[in-house]
C-alpha cells in the first residue's frame, strides 16, 4: 500500500516537474516555432502549434533587414573589449587587495563596493553628457569604457587570490620574481576557474545589454546585435511577429546553445555573486 | 567577505626588510595596483554621481548644455508637485514590492523542492534558470507576442481551457501584471538557484541532529533552514530590489509606459523626461531621487552585511 | 571623416592608384577623387573637391526605409562631391531623441526627419539652420498645404518631404456585403450608421467590428478640426480644447465603443496602430483610420478591395497633415550645409517625389508633381493615392509650440482615460487642459 502511494506520488511529482519546465522553457520554443511560420499562419487564431511549412525565408528577411554582420561583431568586440579591460584593471586591484596591507585599503576597497550597487541605468544621463564632452558618444568605446572596471570581478578575484597558500608566493619571491611577475604567472593561473566562471557572466551580461547601446549609439557602423533586433519592430501593416522571433533566434539561440553545454560553469558564474 | 578579516597579510615590504632605506617603490606598489581601479570607478561612477546631483540644481536641457540656469531645489518641488511623478513612484514601489516579494517566495518555494540529486531535478534547476541568461530584449519581444490580446499564445490557452481571454498589455490595471509576470519568470530562476547554493552550504550535521530528534519538517524548515538562509534571504532581496528599481527594458519594448501612465516607472520617467521632452533638470533630479534609494539600500546592505561578518 | 581623409590621402600619394583603387571604393566612388581642403594642397584641382560627407538621419521602416535608403543610393551615384551617409534611427520620436542627445554630443547628423508637430521645438532651441537664405523663393514649388508646419517665428526651417494626412481605409467588399455605400460615409453620423451595420457579433464575442482607430493625437486633432476647433488658441499660449469641438471627438468615439461598433486597438502609441492595421488586413474591422503612408503595404497585403475616403465630416470636412519634414543641422559647417541644402533639395523634388509618393502612399510635396502627366496617370489607375492630396483642401498644419511632444502626450493620457471609461470627457478635459497649461507657462 505504502509502495502504491510512493509511486503515485513520485508520478504526480513528475508531472510537476515536466510542468514548471515546460513553463520556462516553452516560450523559447514558442519563439522557434513563430520564427518558421508564415505571416498568415501567425495571424491565426487559434495558432497553429506546429508551422504548416518551414519558412527559412523569416531569417533571410531579418539578417538582411540590417547590417547583420556589423552587430555581430560590434556585440563581440564590446562584449570582449569589456572582458579584456575588465581583466587588466580588476587582477593588480585584486591582488593589491588581497595581498597588501596599505592605509586607505578599507576605504579603496568599501568604495569599489559601492559601484558594485550602483547599477548604470541610475547615472546614464550624466555619464551620457560626460561622453558627449569627451567626443565619445557613438563609438564602441563609449560601450566599453564605462564598464572597464568590474567591481564584481576585483571582488571574486580578491578572494580566489587570497586562497593562495602563502608558500608559493614565498617560495617564487625567494627565486627573486618580481611582484608583477607573480601576480601575472603564478596568481592569475591558480585563479582561472574564477576566471573562466567571471568571464562568462561579464560576457553574456554585455552580450545582452539594451540599455546602454540604446542611449549611446546613433549609426549602424556602432550598434549592437540587440540594438538591430529591436529595430525589427518597425514595419507597415502590423508586426511580423515571424520576423522578429527570426532574429532574437540570432541573439538567443548562442546563448542556449553555449548554456547547453557549460550549464555549471554558468550557473555558478552567476550564482556566485551571492557568496 | 568575512573571510578578508581572516585571510594572512602578507605585507609586500616584508622580505626586503634588511635594506635600511624605505623602498618607496614598495610602498606604492598597493597605490599603483589599484589605480586604474579607482580611475575608472571615479571617472564613470562617482563623478557621475556628482555630476548628476549638479546638474539637479539646474534648468537645462541636452539640447543646449551651455545654457544652464541655477534653480536650487526648484526642480525636485516641481517633480513633487507633479501628479504624475508621484505615480511613477508609486508604480516603481507597486512593481518593487511585488516582484520581489512574490519572486522570493516563489522560489524559495522551488528551491525546498529541487534541491535534490536526482538529475531530473538538475534538468528543471536549468530550465528554470534559463531565461535569466537570455536578454530582456528578447524576453520582452517574446512576451509581447505571447501576450498578443487576439493571436497571442496566452489567449489562446486560455480559450482553450474555456476561460476568457486577457487584456494583458492593454489594460491599465492587467499591463502592470504582465510586466511583474515577465520580470518574475526571468528572474526567479536565478533566486532559485542562489537559495539552493545557500542550502547546500548549511552543514548537514545540524540537519542530521534534528533528524536524530524526529523534528517534523516544518520545525526544521522554520528553526533550521530559514534562520541559516537569512544572509541569503537578505543578500536576493537587496540584489532584486535594485534591479527592480532600475526596469527599463521591458517598459521601452512592451509599453512605453502606458497605458495612460499606468507603467510609467522611475527610469522609464527619467528617460522620457531627459531624451524625449528635453527636461534635464527633472530627468536629473529624478535620477538623484532614484539614487537615495539605491543608496539607502546599499547602506543597509552593507550595515546588515558587517553584523553578519561579526556574529560568525 | 578623419578615417576617410587618411585613405584619401593614401590614394592621392599613390597617383596612379587613384583610378582603379580609390575608384572602387565605396566612399570616394568618383574618378575625380582627388586631394583637398586645407590639409592636402598637393593637389592641382582646385574646382573639384573631395566629396562632402553628409550624415543624413530617418526615421521610417520596413519598405519605405528600404526605398529612402535606395534614394540615398542614387543620389551618391549621380552626385560625385557629396556622399550621403544615411542611417535609420527608429520611429519619428525615437529619431527625435536620437538627434536631441547627439547634438549636445556633437555627433549631430547634418539633415534629419523631423516629425512636423516637432519643427517649432527643434528651431527653437536653435538646433536648426534657416533656410531662407538657402531656398531663396525656391520654397515656393512646394505645395502651400504642405509648409504649414514648416515655418517658426516668420523663418523657413523644415521643407516636406515624407508628407501625410488621416485617411478613412475602406474594406469595400464588406461595404457591399453590409449593403452600404462602397465610397464609404461622408459623416459622423454616417460613420456610426456604417459600423453598426458591418459589426456582427457571434455569441458574446464580436467576430466583425465596423470602425477602429488608435486613439492617438493625430486622429483626435482631425476630429477637433471636423468639429470647428483648434486645439491651441491663436497666440498659441492657451489650450483651446475645453469647448464643444475639443469634447465632441470624445464623446463620440465613446458612444461607439459603448456601442460595441467601434473597437479601440490595444497597445501603446505606434504598437496601438500596428494592431489597427492588422485586424483590417485580417478583416476583422471594416473601416479604420490611419496615414496616406500605410497605402501602398496595406495596398499590396489586403486580400480585399481597399478603397480610402476623407476623414467623415462633423461640421466641415478636416485633417491635420503629418509626416516629417526634412531640416538642416545649424552646427554643420558651411560645406556640409551646401551640401545638405543640395541633397534636400534633390529627396523632394519633383522627379523624386512621385516615384517615392507611388512606392509609399506618402503624398507628393511639390505642385508641378501633383500635376504632372505621370502622377495623373497613377490617379487614374489608382484614385486611392489622389484622395490624400484632395483632402489636402481641408487640412490643416498640426499645432505647434516648443514643448508640443510632451503636451500631445499629456492630451492622449487624459483622453485615452476617457476611451477606457476611467473618467467621464468632461473630467478627461477639463485634466488635460489644466496639466496642459502648466506646461503652456513654462
Redesign the interface.
Known sequence: MLQVGRTAWKTVEWVLLAAVGLVFVFPFLWMFLTAFKTMPEVYQFPPTWWPESWQFENFRIAWSSGPFVTYVMNSILVAGGILILQFLIAVPAAYAFARYRFPGRNLLFGLSLIALMIPSQVIFLPVYVEMSHWGLVNTLWSLILPFGASAFGIFLLRQAFMQVPDEVIEAARLDSASEWKIMWTIMVPMAKPVLVTFGLFSFIYHWNDYFWPLIMTNSDSVRTLPIGISMLKAAEGGKQWNVIMAGNMILVLPILVVFFFAQRHIISAFVYQSK | MHKAVAAPELSGTSNQAAEVPIDWMERLRPYLYVAPAMLFFALFFFFPIGYVIYLSFFDWSLLNLEEMEWVGLGNFTALMAEEDFWQVLGNTLIYTVVTVGLGILLSFMLALWLNRKAKVYGIVQAAVFSPHIVSLVSIAMLWMWLMDPQYGLLNAILEMVGLPGYSWLSDTKSAMVSLILVSIWKGVGYNTLVFIAGMQSIPKDIYEAADLDHSPWWRTLTRITIPMLSPTMFFLLVINTVSSFQVFDTIYIMTQGGPVNSTNMLVFYIYEQGMDFYNGGAASAASVILLAMVGFLTWLHFRLMEKRVHYR | MKKLQVSMLACVLSVTAVLAGCGSSKEAAGTNTQSGGSTAPQGQTASAGKPVEI?F?YA??????EYIEKMVKDFNASHKDIVV?P?????Y?EN???V????????QPDVTMVEVGSIG??AD???LEDLGPYANGAEKKYIPGLLGNSYWKDKLYAIPFNRSTPLLYLNRDMLKAAGLDPNGPKTWEELRQFSQAMTKKEGDKTATYGFSTPIDIWFYEALVFQSGGKILTDDNKELAINTEAGKAPLEFWTGMLKEGVMKAP????Y?AW??A???F??Q?VGMIFTST??L???KE?AKFDLGTAFLPANKNFGAPTGGANLVMLAKSSDEEKKASWEFMQWMTDTKQTIPFSLESGYMPVTTEAVESEDMKKAYEKEPNFQVAVKQLEYASPRPMVP?Y??LQEVIM?EI??AV?G?ASVDEAIQKATEKGQKLLKK
Open positions: 550624415d538621419w521610417l521602416g520596413g519598405k519605405n526605409g551617409k542611417a535609420y534611427q527608429g520611429s520620436y527625435h531623441s536620437k536631441l542627445a547627439s547634438v549636445s554630443a556633437g555627433n521645438a527643434f532651441a536653435k538646433v490595444p497597445g501603446e502609441k504598437n500596428d494592431v492595421k492588422q485586424d488586413l485580417n476583422q503612408g500605410d501602398r503595404s496595406l497585403n514643448g511632444k510632451e493620457t485615452q482615460r477606457l476611467q
